[in-house]
């Protein structure tokens, strides 16, 4: 009998605001990781590059984005593999909310929930954080908060109006 392969789609979110040289900043390191992770399974949608304000310490400001994919890995596998793309891509991780080469979340997974010692999905925090609504809302709308039951673009809704000086709409 055939062995059949079990795929799980994927919600990661992206950033960077360390650049590695003048002709690696934010923004191409982000299409770096974008191909590392194409390696990984199928890419079937892309956020754009949406420039953000830093948040916590650093002064930098950051490049975010977000991808769907589709992949055979877990999510144990899946993050072990984003880490390495991080590490090809000089992330360090010395200080929590430190400057950054590359930084790839796992936010969302088809399965819902995960929880072990060293990932929980859904991410903890992505529901309050804009720079990782946004580019979701452009790929994935109606994706649906295991947790809250809402759809990326009701969190996204509910946080505009929580705090309507994020960022200007129109």
Do not use: C
């Not at 420039?51 to 993050?79: D, H, I, K, Y």
């Not at 979340?105 to 954080?129: E, K, N, Q, V, Y």
């Not at 720079?131 to 790929?139: K, N, S």
């Amino acid at each position: 009998m055939p062995k059949t392969s079990l795929h799980h789609l994927y919600a990661l979110a992206l950033g960077s605001n360390r650049p590695l040289s003048a002709k690696r900043p934010p923004a191409s390191l982000l299409r770096e990781a974008i191909g590392g992770i194409a390696a990984l399974g199928t890419i079937f949608a892309t956020a754009p590059v949406i420039p953000t304000a830093p948040l916590g310490p650093s002064l930098r400001r950051f490049a975010n984005g977000a991808v769907l994919l589709e992949s055979s890995l877990n999510p144990s596998e899946m993050l072990s593999a984003l880490q390495q793309i991080e590490d090809r891509l000089g992330r360090r991780r010395h200080r929590r909310w430190g400057a950054r080469s590359i930084d790839i979340d796992i936010i969302l997974w088809s399965g819902g929930r995960w929880d072990s010692r060293t990932l929980h999905i859904p991410h903890s925090a992505f529901r309050s954080r804009d720079f990782v609504l946004l580019p979701l809302l452009t790929i994935a709308p109606k994706w649906r908060d295991p947790v809250s039951g809402l759809s990326i673009r009701h969190l996204d809704a509910r946080l505009r109006k929580a705090t309507p000086l994020l960022r200007p709409r129109g």
